[in-house]
T-cell receptor, first 114, second 114 residues
Framework: AQSVTQPDIHITVSEGASLELRCNYSYGATPYLFWYVQSPGQGLQLLLKYFSGDTLVQGIKGFEAEFKRSQSSFNLRKPSVHWSDAAEYFCAVGASGGSYIPTFGRGTSLIVHP | KAGVTQTPRYLIKTRGQQVTLSCSPISGHRSVSWYQQTPGQGLQFLFEYFSETQRNKGNFPGRFSGRQFSNSRSEMNVSTLELGDSALYLC?????????????FGDGTRLSIL
């Protein structure tokens, strides 16, 4: 069965600092990997996704993620965090082949200090 | 372009009742998927409908059901409500084509069971 672990429940960074949110997955084949962001009282927004090819994926809002098969990781990064990035971030894994039944991590809450 | 619309935004029910939630996808999208979000279990996939047919299903009891209409609008029904059904229910839409995963989520319906 597929699973996702986000080891950090909360992360606090200062505005302007760099950010890395960790995500480890368990899946038997090549996975589809996703990062979503959820602001309070709102639904999810897809930041980026990895299906195949280049292991460094660029997303919206200046985010990127790197797929590392050897480490079963798909960490999210941003070089300089803005106060508006404060939100909940979810990593998800889905089966490859088009049938999208995602498994989500428990989320990481990002707190941004001025 | 209008986004994914979920109605109602808030709902209060009592145990044993049933409830119907509605989701209107982005115009032209044929796939609607539903998710449950709770503090205890996190985000979980409920089911996906494509062209009026359930295409994928998560691991939820039969009390949770859905349908999709010819205009792609979808409804989710939960019968015999339990306290544990209190959650934020999210829906997302996509074209439904392979490798086009849900990017557009509604703001959710928050269901409270008394």
């Amino acid at each position: 069965a597929q699973s996702v672990t986000q080891p950090d429940i909360h992360i606090t960074v200062s505005e302007g600092a760099s950010l890395e949110l960790r995500c480890n997955y368990s899946y038997g084949a090549t996975p589809y990997l996703f990062w979503y962001v959820q602001s309070p009282g709102q639904g999810l927004q897809l930041l980026l996704k990895y299906f195949s090819g280049d292991t460094l994926v660029q997303g919206i809002k200046g985010f990127e993620a790197e797929f590392k098969r050897s480490q079963s990781s798909f960490n999210l990064r941003k070089p300089s965090v803005h106060w508006s990035d404060a939100a909940e971030y979810f990593c998800a894994v889905g089966a490859s082949g088009g049938s999208y039944i995602p498994t989500f991590g428990r989320g990481t809450s990002l707190i941004v200090h001025p | 372009k209008a986004g994914v619309t979920q109605t109602p935004r808030y709902l209060i029910k009592t145990r044993g009742q049933q409830v119907t939630l509605s989701c209107s996808p982005i115009s032209g999208h044929r796939s609607v998927s539903w998710y449950q979000q709770t503090p205890g279990q996190g985000l979980q996939f409920l089911f996906e409908y494509f062209s009026e047919t359930q295409r994928n299903k998560g691991n939820f009891p039969g009390r949770f059901s859905g349908r999709q209409f010819s205009n792609s609008r979808s409804e989710m029904n939960v019968s015999t409500l339990e306290l544990g059904d209190s959650a934020l229910y999210l829906c997302a839409s996509s074209s439904g084509l392979p490798d086009d995963q849900p990017q557009h989520f509604g703001d959710g319906t928050r269901l409270s069971i008394l």
